[in-house]
T-cell receptor, first 113, second 115 residues
């Protein structure tokens, strides 16, 4: 069974540009979560999607947005990139309501120059 | 608010040594507690969990006990192996209201085990 897959693995952008990151959850999982792992800051919750709807978001500005498609895959968009957006972006999925067991992908590393 | 504090690394041990990684938490309600592990080149995976006070989570020789009186969930293993080298994350979930769907993570502790 395939795990959570993310693309691209690495992405380099310049300030002011937009970045789009993609995630495919484990087959059968309806919830997708996005986390930011910036250097020295641990994992910060970004967004939670379930059944195509945004269910919760963390303390991030509106230029961080996303969506979930009918096949439960998800996209994270970051507009007007800033240098501090450089981080590893992790996607996770779970089966139904969060019980704490998230299945994580390996992440997409975004570098903003 | 909710937060998790875990001991800073890196932690370096010899094979068969005893491991403790400290984790304390702050929560407004009654959280569930977790340890996640990230092996080199892999995504985070759940190592163990405990959902109420005095519960003990265990897996792969690792253990952690949910201590409400000390708000702690320390990770222990009696004899570490080289294959345990990884980054360990403590996390909590309250699963209600504005915290629904989110895990609060500590900053991670890098463990390196030498043969």
């Amino acid at each position: 069974e395939a795990g959570v897959t993310q693309s691209p693995t690495h992405l380099i952008k310049t300030r002011g540009q937009q970045a789009t990151l993609r995630c495919s959850p484990i087959s059968g999982h309806t919830s997708v979560y996005w986390y930011q792992q910036a250097l020295g800051l641990g994992l910060q919750f970004l967004l939670w999607y379930d059944e195509g709807e945004e269910r919760n978001r963390g303390n991030f500005p509106p230029r961080f947005s996303g969506r979930q498609f009918p096949n439960y895959s998800s996209e994270l968009n970051v507009n007007a990139l800033e240098l501090e957006d450089s981080a590893l972006y992790l996607c996770a999925s779970s089966l139904g309501t969060l019980t704490g067991e998230l299945f994580f992908g390996e992440g997409s590393r975004l570098t903003v120059l | 608010g909710n937060s998790v504090t875990q001991m800073e690394g890196p932690v370096t041990l010899s094979e068969e040594a005893f491991l403790t990684i400290n984790c304390t938490y702050t929560a407004t309600g009654y959280p569930s507690l977790f340890w996640y592990v990230q092996y080199p080149g892999e995504g985070l995976q759940l190592l163990l969990k405990a959902t109420k006070a005095d519960d003990k989570g265990s897996n792969k020789g690792f253990e952690a006990t949910y201590r409400k009186e000390t708000t702690s969930f320390h990770l222990e293993k009696g004899s570490v192996q080289v294959s345990d080298s990884a980054v360990y994350f403590c996390a909590l979930s309250e699963g209600r209201g504005s915290t629904l769907g989110r895990l609060y993570f500590g900053r991670g502790t890098q463990l390196t085990v030498w043969p």
